[in-house]
């Protein structure tokens, strides 16, 4: 893919934000554990077949007549039982082209550990929101098909994230640099 076509959908993306048609969202869900505020990944079921034993973010499809936030709401109780206290932030979009989805994404402190997954989730993943903000991802290209795809790819050790979840936890941790916003996270984790 040129740079001419990433530019032109990056372009797309931030100048018609209001006039997407969003076709999924996700959360980026924060809970407070007993040593500290963590980010939560979902590590998908290898059984599916799109995005199988990938990391990613609770979320999925929006129904019909469901706005963005709601079908977000809606999958993060589905997929891990999880209850949205506070909605922080929505971020960027994303355009995922592996599954063709324009994914509306939001940071949101969450309740109901333990979790309880459905058949969609294998494991549930925990970062610290510490240690992300002085992680630096790595700069991939990425083959899919004939196209090259750049994303970011962060590398935890025990687990590697990348695609679109990458591109939305860099557009996160780029938030979080930002004191206010900071402030704004710690302060409804209570």
């Known amino acids: 893919m040129s740079k001419e076509r990433i530019s032109s959908i990056s372009f797309l993306k931030k100048s018609r934000r209001n006039f997407i048609d969003y ?8 809970v407070r554990k007993s040593d500290g505020v963590k980010i939560v990944f979902t590590k998908r079921s290898k059984c599916l077949n799109q995005h199988a034993g990938e990391i990613s973010f609770p979320g999925g ?22 209850r949205v206290e506070h909605v922080i932030t929505s971020l960027d979009p994303v355009y995922t082209f592996v599954s063709s989805h324009y994914v509306l994404p939001y940071a949101a402190v969450v309740k109901n550990e333990p979790f309880h997954l459905n058949g969609e ?14 992680y630096t991802p790595k700069y991939e290209v990425l083959e899919y098909g004939s196209l090259k795809l750049r994303s970011y790819a962060w590398d935890f050790g025990g687990f590697y994230v990348w ?3 990458g ?16 402030n704004i996270v710690y302060n409804k984790m209570g």
């Open 61 to 82: 499809k929006i129904e019909k007549g469901e706005t963005p936030l709601e079908a977000a709401v809606r999958e993060i109780k589905e997929e891990i039982s999880a």
């Open 163 to 165: 695609g679109v979840t």
């Open 23 to 30: 076709s999924a969202a996700v959360i980026i869900p924060i």
């Open 167 to 182: 591109r939305i936890l860099f557009s996160f941790k780029k938030k979080l640099t930002d004191s206010q916003f900071k």
């Open 121 to 134: 989730v294998e494991s549930v993943l925990f970062l610290d929101l510490e240690e992300l903000k002085g």
